[in-house]
């Protein structure tokens, strides 16, 4: 193969890299905007006033995440806070999880969150 054979090649792939990329972006900003929509409830009020448990539901009134407060005996509990906050994302039907990840939760001395760290 020449070297005008190689970069035309290249330059084909890279086209068609670049216009799947567009596709990407649009569905993202697309989705991005969706999730702007959502209605938010939040439930299961601690004696603390703290909500330990805040659901997203989206426009059509199905469940797309539930963001969770937990007590982890595996992780330092700093102030009697809670140390780890669990996120949910649900199916299109809102009935069904379909990924789960959690943060290990960070206070300053007045008991401020002021970091989550990814739990891998």
Do not use: C
């Not at 070297?3 to 990407?24: F, H, M, Y």
């Not at 906050?85 to 002021?114: F, M, P």
């Amino acid at each position: 193969m020449s070297l005008s054979e190689q970069l035309e090649a290249t330059l084909a792939k890279t086209a068609g890299d670049i216009g799947a990329l567009a596709n990407r972006i649009g569905h993202l900003e697309k989705n991005l905007g969706y999730l702007m929509k959502m209605s938010i409830v939040r439930t299961d009020r601690d004696i603390d006033g703290i909500y330990r448990r805040v659901s997203y539901y989206r426009p059509g009134g199905t469940l797309f995440q539930v963001s969770q407060l937990e007590h982890d005996p595996l992780i330092d509990v700093i102030n009697g806070k809670y140390n780890k906050r669990v996120i949910s994302i649900y199916n299109k039907q809102g009935d069904a999880i379909i990924d789960t990840w959690s943060y290990q939760l960070k206070y300053d001395t007045d008991g401020v969150i002021v970091s989550e760290q990814i739990l891998l």
